[in-house]
Nanobody, 122 residues
Framework: QVQLVESGGGLVQAGGSLGLSCAAS????????MAWFRQAPGQEREFVAG????????QYADSVKGRFTIYRDNAKNMVYLQMNTLKPEDTAVYYC???????????????WGQGTQVTVSS
């Protein structure tokens, strides 16, 4: 079992930056693909970014490409999402997810965190 706990959410003005963290416990995530998803009110949960266990490559949703960066520190069992040039449409609850298979943009992840709220004001 893997437990995931997100932190770092909050309120930020449009154009600002925010960094999210995801702390994993229960077992090492060094062989897991990790991802960030988000869900806005009344919307479906959507893929934001994913990173392979080796951190060699990452995938991003078109809507965040060039603004968000996902990275990981396997030694610390942590995954991060740096969000720059934030827009009001980035407002959502952000979730960390893990799976012991390659990254997918679907919701087919084995473990999920409880989410952290990000609100971007205009």
């Amino acid at each position: 079992q893997v437990q995931l706990v997100e932190s770092g959410g909050g309120l930020v003005q449009a154009g600002g930056s925010l960094g999210l963290s995801c702390a994993a416990s229960g077992r090492t995530i060094s062989t897991y693909a990790m991802a960030w998803f988000r869900q806005a009110p009344g919307q479906e949960r959507e893929f934001v970014a994913g990173i392979r266990w080796s951190a060699v490559s990452a995938q991003y949703a078109d809507s965040v490409k060039g603004r968000f960066t996902i990275y990981r520190d396997n030694a610390k069992n942590m995954v991060y999402l740096q969000m720059n040039t934030l827009k009001p449409e980035d407002t959502a609850v952000y979730y960390c997810a893990a799976r012991d298979r390659p990254v997918t943009t679907t919701l087919a992840y084995d473990y999920w965190g409880q989410g952290t709220q990000v609100t971007v004001s205009s």
